[in-house]
Antibody, heavy 113, light 107 residues
Framework: QLQVQESGPGLVKPSETLSLTCTVS??????????CSWIRQPPGTGLEWIGD???????SYNPSLKSRVTISVDTSKNQVSLNLNSVTAADTAVYYC?????WGQGTLVTVSS | DIQMTQSPSSLSASVGDRVTITCRAS??????LGWFQQRPGKAPKRLIS???SLQSGVPSRFSGSGSGTEFTLTISSLQPEDFATYYC?????????FGQGTKVDIK
């Protein structure tokens, strides 16, 4: 059964790059139907879609974040990565990865000096 | 971009009540809509996809309907574990968009 798990630093300094990894188990990121989404949720607020990546490596991003975000796939590690640069306090949120309806537990990232 | 308007933003209900939540899309999205439940401190869980297809393991008291621009999530008889926040998501086109959420709490 497909499972996904987010990991990465819980604290990032302003202006630096937030980097998270989503490890996929029970399925291959290389299969032709694979896709994965990143979603975030600032404290006390709703869900915000960040972007999607497909097995081919093609991506689609939220226009509000597009200039700062990169999502990539590492087939050798069966992982999907999220990079968000030039972060500010407004990027503080729980970050989720989700694939084929399966969500990870989320990881809280706080942006603070 | 497609906007999703969810209503109400919150509601109070009692165990056993019938609850209906609505999501409206700013343009037609066929049936490309999902419903998610989020309990406090937990990750969202998909309840319904394709507007009305119940996910495996989800109780049958949950149902979804609609197509085009108007969609509903119905809980036929609210149970204690259903007190949570519910979100809709359109995946007809990019950028994807969530509704603002509906918090269901105990009356």
């Amino acid at each position: 059964q497909l499972q996904v798990q987010e990991s990465g630093p819980g604290l990032v300094k302003p202006s630096e790059t937030l980097s998270l990894t989503c490890t996929v188990s029970g399925g291959s990121v290389s299969r032709s139907s694979f896709y994965c989404s990143w979603i975030r949720q600032p404290p006390g607020t709703g869900l915000e879609w960040i972007g999607d990546i497909f097995y081919s490596g093609s991506t689609s991003y939220n226009p509000s974040l597009k200039s700062r975000v990169t999502i990539s796939v590492d087939t050798s590690k069966n992982q999907v990565s999220l990079n968000l640069n030039s972060v500010t306090a407004a990027d503080t949120a729980v970050y989720y990865c989700a694939s084929h309806g399966i969500w990870g537990q989320g990881t809280l990232v706080t942006v603070s000096s | 971009d497609i906007q999703m308007t969810q209503s109400p933003s919150s509601l109070s209900a009692s165990v056993g009540d019938r609850v209906t939540i609505t999501c409206r899309a700013s343009q037609g999205i066929s049936n490309d809509l999902g419903w998610f439940q989020q309990r406090p401190g937990k990750a969202p869980k998909r309840l319904i996809s394709a507007a009305s297809s119940l996910q495996s393991g989800v109780p049958s008291r949950f149902s979804g309907s609609g197509s085009g621009t108007e969609f509903t999530l119905t809980i036929s008889s609210l149970q204690p574990e259903d007190f949570a926040t519910y979100y809709c998501l359109q995946y007809n086109s990019y950028p994807r968009a969530f509704g603002q959420g509906t918090k269901v709490d105990i009356k």
